[in-house]
């Protein structure tokens, strides 16, 4: 990890926020991009669930978490409080609150509710749904707002009418902090409903749901800074009511640059209890490949990916369940088993898919079990089924990057034909486990590089910030701490090749033919 300590950071100090699905932390980076070690509060609050798909925050929760941990950091920070320049701030994608004044009146709809989708299988069947992809970067999913918005006007029409702006939490807190708010370009493509050409809030959009363009914030982009603290926090936090504050992105934008991955040439692996694979592109593609996002960093990045929801969870759950050993006695069996040896074929889709396919309703399946399936049978066959998952993710990427790099640098791939785009890890739940490392190694066929910095999306907040302070130039200018490189070996991949093909064949059984939409 790139660290240091407060005596020792370079000025100026940028102190982050990074708004989790379940928990939050507030930071402190240097002018380096090194995280000062003596400086980290932590707060956590829970994710509210229903039995028929909901989940929902507390705004007050979140916003109480936030204010006592910037207490903390700040106290902490002491006398270096003085050389903090600005704010970044990074936040989950895809929430939504209801604001009257600059009351929450709802609870925050996270991404993981899916109580619209169907509206959004009544949209599919309404709208050309490549149109929509092709104009926003997302498709058409419980997960964005276009469906949540219908299915509040269909479920609680009255709450509807009484809300008067619409925003994420991270807007929300900059509301209740500083008395006006923005929502940048990165947050507002994770919504569905920015038109990642225009850049503008997309009036197709908007012209078929029940809200207008005035309840949403206005947007900017990341390096367009607010300051001036309400009265109330000002003379609590003297030292930030000076501060620039910009404007929050996506908690995938800040991994992909905090864990060095700010370039077409890396990938970055995202595997925490949900994961993703993403990559940032100047500009934004022509064309986005089908099953993918295409969201925007700022005016001149984008970033290219899927997200999956089943991952370290998967772990988890199985580990929990059925009841298995100690880390040690299962590290153990995973790196001497065999690939595929179990016979299982999995779908790892404990909490419905996203990308590729976006099949909310899909469930998990094993098939294949007998009399011979030991319980750790079931754990190999369950994470190598998650790196499957990412492995049709990577199909999707490799040609897009590939083409961008042609486009940009025809002679280097002339002069380097062997050359592929590296591909670094970050998130605990594989980054714990060298035995998962090697699994999704082998089934990628590509070497695969552990990412040594633990706060990857504070840190790339933190890096946003000292882009628009003028600091560097650009984020790649500070190299991310790297850790293990692990190495494919080709005959576990020929095998783990045919174990995808047994997995697309059941996931074409049951999920195109059964759950899709």
């Not at 028929?52 to 270096?80: F, M």
Request: charged share 20%; hydrophobic share 45%; glycine share 6%.
């Amino acid at each position: 990890m790139s660290s240091v300590s407060a005596r020792e950071a370079c000025a100026p100090l940028i102190l982050t926020l990074d708004i989790g699905t379940s928990s939050l932390r507030v930071l402190l980076f240097d002018a380096q991009g090194r995280q000062v070690t003596d400086v980290e509060a932590r707060a956590q609050y829970t994710i509210h669930t229903t039995s028929d798909g909901g989940a929902e925050l507390d705004p007050r929760a979140v916003l109480t978490a936030a204010i006592e941990c910037i207490d903390q950091a700040l106290a902490q920070a002491g006398d270096r409080c003085a050389q903090i320049a600005a704010v970044g701030v990074c936040s989950l994608a895809s929430s939504l609150v209801g604001v009257v004044g600059d009351e929450a009146v709802t609870p925050v709809y996270i991404w993981a509710d899916t109580r619209s989708a169907p509206d959004a299988k009544a949209l599919r069947a309404a709208l050309d749904e490549k149109a929509v992809h092709d104009r926003t970067g997302c498709v058409i999913h419980s997960s964005y707002l276009p469906a949540r918005f219908l299915w509040l006007q269909r479920t609680q029409p009255h709450l509807l009418s009484r809300v008067q702006y619409w925003m994420s939490i991270s807007e929300y807190l900059y509301l209740r902090w500083l008395g006006q708010t923005t929502c940048s370009l990165s947050i507002a493509s994770w919504t569905g409903l920015l038109n990642r050409r225009q850049l503008t809030w997309d009036h197709e959009w908007l012209s078929r749901l029940p809200i207008k363009e005035s309840q949403l914030s206005p947007l900017s982009d990341v390096n367009v800074p607010l300051h001036g603290l309400r009265p109330e926090f000002a003379r609590r936090w003297p030292v930030l009511d000076r501060v620039l504050w910009f404007p929050a992105v996506g908690d995938g934008v800040g991994s992909n640059l905090g864990s060095g991955c700010a370039t077409p040439w890396r990938i970055a692996v995202n595997a925490g209890t949900s994961g993703a694979m993403r990559v940032i592109l100047p500009g934004t593609p022509e064309r986005v490949p089908d099953g993918l996002w295409c969201y925007r960093v700022d005016r001149r990045r984008s970033l290219l990916g899927g997200a999956l929801s089943n991952v370290g969870n998967v772990f988890q759950w199985l580990r929990q369940t059925l009841q298995l050993g100690s880390p040690d006695e299962i590290e153990q069996h995973l790196a001497k088993a065999e690939p595929d040896a179990h016979g299982l074929t999995v779908l790892p889709f404990l909490a419905g898919e996203r990308a590729p396919g976006w099949a909310s309703h899909a469930r998990a399946a094993f098939v294949g079990i007998g009399w011979h399936t030991r319980p750790l049978d079931l754990l190999q066959a369950g994470l190598e089924s998650v790196a499957y998952r990412f492995a049709l993710l990577y199909r999707l990427l490799e040609p897009v990057i590939f083409s961008v790099w042609e486009a940009r640098n025809r002679r280097e791939l002339r002069e380097h034909e062997s050359a592929a785009p590296e591909i670094i890890v970050s998130g605990r739940a594989m980054l714990s486990s060298s035995a998962w490392m090697q699994i999704l190694c082998d089934v990628l066929g590509r070497p695969v590089i552990a990412s040594a910095e633990a706060e990857a999306t504070s840190r790339g907040a933190a890096l946003l910030a000292l882009e628009a302070l003028g600091v560097i130039q650009d984020a790649s200018h500070l190299p991310a701490a790297l850790g293990r490189t692990f190495y494919p070996r080709l005959e576990r991949h020929r095998r783990y090749q045919e174990a995808m093909e047994r997995q697309q064949w059941l996931y074409r059984l049951l999920v195109d033919s059964h759950w899709k939409w």
